[in-house]
């Protein structure tokens, strides 16, 4: 890879989407954690909507995926800023995995934000968690042990989730769009060494002379060639 620096990367609608991807699984990320696991385990346990979806497992994948993919998405972002385009003919192939992998991140993440939106809905329509008080924003004991309900933090984690899976879609759509860039060098001129010659030092030969000795430039000019 070469050791340049792609600052131009982060201008383009890939590398813009990138930042939005990670922000998002991020996002979804602190919205999972603050949810209840006891409330899970009690909804799962009253089995009185969804009885098939065990939202404990939904928490867990939803935790899995996401750590998955934004693993996946900073590697791909820093491979990027240090010139995966330069590789010329090779980032071509590189462009079509990163693409299959967009796509593939893109399914995983609007699938467990749809189980997520389901698990919310479990819980508020759910008769023995709203007599519980799930509404309230105030600690409570469940299975003896304190918990917080924390509404709408799942509700909250799906609308992430499917905002990432749309955004790795549409960068898969977008990705055919650096194959017309990647070049063996940087397109901009920041990062190529920059060479100044005086014009002093060319006749520094002229004005040097020792012991009053005078110093005849040689002329650099070619004749052309005559037959």
């Known amino acids: 890879m070469v050791g340049t620096l792609d600052i131009g990367y982060l201008s383009t609608p890939t590398g813009i989407l990138n ?15 603050f949810t209840s696991r006891l409330y899970c385990e009690l909804a799962d346990n009253l089995q009185s909507v969804y ?45 079509q995995v990163c693409l299959v992998i967009n796509i593939i991140m ?22 023995g968690i709203l007599r519980r008080g799930y509404l309230r924003y105030e600690y409570q ?24 899976g ?16 990647a070049s063996r060098l940087p397109t901009y001129t920041s990062d190529r060494p920059g060479y100044t010659v005086s014009p002093n030092n060319q006749r520094s030969l002229i004005n040097d002379s020792n012991n009053g000795e005078r110093i005849i430039p040689i002329e650099t000019s070619v004749a052309p060639y005559r037959v």
């Open 19 to 33: 930042i939005a991807e990670i922000v998002s699984l991020i996002a979804g990320l602190i919205s999972v954690a």
């Open 106 to 127: 893109g399914l995983m993440m609007i699938s467990i934000g749809i189980c997520a939106a389901l698990w919310e809905d479990k819980l508020r329509r759910t008769p």
């Open 166 to 181: 749309i955004l790795f879609i549409v960068e898969a759509c977008t990705r055919p769009m650096l194959n017309n860039n």
């Open 141 to 164: 004991y469940v299975f003896k042990e304190r918990t917080h309900p924390s509404p709408g933090a799942a509700a909250a984690a799906a609308t992430f989730a499917l905002i990432a």
């Open 51 to 95: 009885p098939d979806l065990s939202t404990v497992a939904v928490r867990s994948v939803f935790q899995a995926f996401s750590i998955l993919c934004l693993t996946t998405t900073i590697v791909i972002f820093l491979a990027h800023l240090y010139g995966l385009r330069f590789l010329g003919r090779n980032f071509v192939y590189l462009n």
